[in-house]
């Protein structure tokens, strides 16, 4: 097991799930494909969150017809359009393809947030045999000091959606007061499918029709009547 290092004891708690992949490679699903190669990225990215274990493949039938609700549950809780913050939890795909190339094409399928391991490396196989992996698709669900939430949260997430997660931040004792639904998907505020849009719209015409009237008032002041220089 690799050593604690840079923990003192104050954090050693949350950073058992930084253990469980130091010394790895963790790729961004981002058009760059940026790379968390170094210690200090893992620890910031991984510590004290929930990390949902994705174990699928591009080839599994399954894994596709998962592939739309797991992007869709992820999305709803880390995109600023539909929460206030984004929720403490990580989404790392363990691809089980046979070949690179079919986990390229799977990728393209799951969230841009979410972090996969390069292909040519062995963990990925390892950790499939760490959480006996037999089925797919499968996603474990581990509290912040690695131990198991959920051996399989795939039918909770179908069926509960965004909800599941409000469930593992209790059983995992996960304190995140950060994080918030975003009022405009409160189902008992929302009064039609365009009303969000309708929302954020008026908001945004709100602030330009206060930083109007704060130029206004600045305007007078100056006794430009609002003109400028050249009115």
Known sequence: ??????????????????????GKV???????KDELDTEREIILRLQNRILMLFFGSGECEKCQDFAPTLKDFYKKLTD????????????????LDSSEEQQEK?????PKRCLFLPYEDPYRTELGVMFEVKDLPRVVVLRPDCSV???????????LGPDCYRNWQEGAELIDRNFMMNEEFDEGKMRSITDPIRRVKYKVE????????KKDDDGEEDGNDGGGPWG
Not at 80 to 95: C, G, P, T
């Open 149 to 159: 939430l959920t051996p399989n949260a795939v039918a909770e997430i179908c069926s």
């Open 26 to 32: 963790l790729v961004k699903n981002n058009k760059d």
């Open 80 to 95: 600023e359009f539909y929460v206030e913050r984004s929720a403490q939890l990580v989404l790392l795909y363990i691809s």
């Open 106 to 110: 799977f990728l393209k399928e799951l």
């Open 206 to 213: 709100d602030k330009k029709k206060k930083k109007k009237n």
């Open 1 to 22: 097991m690799i050593g604690w290092v840079l923990i003192d004891s104050e954090t050693q708690s949350e950073a058992v799930m930084v253990d469980l992949f130091l």
